[in-house]
């Protein structure tokens, strides 16, 4: 089935931009969704289809997906921003469909 | 407002059956693919199962199959995980989340814990 790969951790200080990976194999090919989940809270959907933003997400949060690559950007980083972050796509040619990756805890230091 | 609310976790021996049960409410669940994701203590989150939103079409995780059944009651908004034949490795924080055409799961529920454990 498919693999996502994500970087475990990424440490950014305040106010700048932190980037976060997920490989997959020719992940540009498919859309790709972000989920930020905090100590104790359910996931919360941060980007759709590579690109969207939901309605309430602030316009730091941006991503981009070519390639083998995916990428969650997160502009002028605030302390609330510290949490786990997902990728996942939808694999519509498996019988596994729903695929997340492996998360990446982002610290703001 | 859209609210999905778990419910029927708790403690269990290995081998046992549990059946979680998420209940949807402020809108039409009959339009929308549902699934349930697991979270286990301290690691990510792991796909569990998948149903349409009519029922008709099911898929679910190599770890649970066999064992686990999705199901749906569009008449009640309800959404359904029967458990059996439980394993330690299936303890883990329960979350139903509704799907969107495009693949992401844009509302979660809060989760229920399911413990397994002798």
């Known amino acids: 089935s498919y693999v996502l790969t994500q970087p475990p951790s990424v440490s950014v200080a305040p106010g700048k931009t932190a980037r976060i990976t997920c490989g997959g194999n020719?992940?540009?090919?498919?859309?790709v969704h972000w989920y930020q989940q905090k100590p104790g809270q359910a996931p919360v959907l941060v980007i759709y289809y590579d690109s969207d933003r939901p309605s309430g997400i602030p316009e730091r949060f941006s991503g981009s997906n070519s390639g083998n690559t995916a990428t969650l950007t997160i502009s002028r980083v605030e302390a609330g921003d510290e949490a786990d972050y997902y990728c996942q796509v939808w694999d519509s040619s498996s019988d596994h469909p729903e695929v997340f990756g492996t998360g990446t805890k982002v610290t703001v230091l | 407002q859209v609210q999905l609310v778990e419910s029927g976790g708790g403690l269990v021996k290995p081998g046992g059956s549990l059946r979680l049960s998420c209940a949807a409410s402020?809108?039409?669940?009959?339009?929308?693919?549902m699934s349930w994701i697991r979270q286990a203590p301290g690691k990510g989150l792991e796909w569990v199962s998948y149903i349409s939103s009519s029922g008709s079409t099911i898929y679910y995780a190599d770890s649970v199959k066999g064992r686990f059944t999705i199901s749906r009651d569009n008449a009640k908004n309800s959404l359904y995980l029967q458990m059996n034949s439980l394993r330690a490795e299936d303890t883990a924080v329960y979350y139903c989340a509704r799907g969107q055409y495009t693949g992401e799961f844009d509302y979660w529920g809060q989760g229920t814990l399911v413990t397994v454990s002798s």
């Open positions: 020719n992940i540009g090919s498919k859309s």
């Open positions: 402020g809108f039409t669940f009959s339009d929308y693919y």
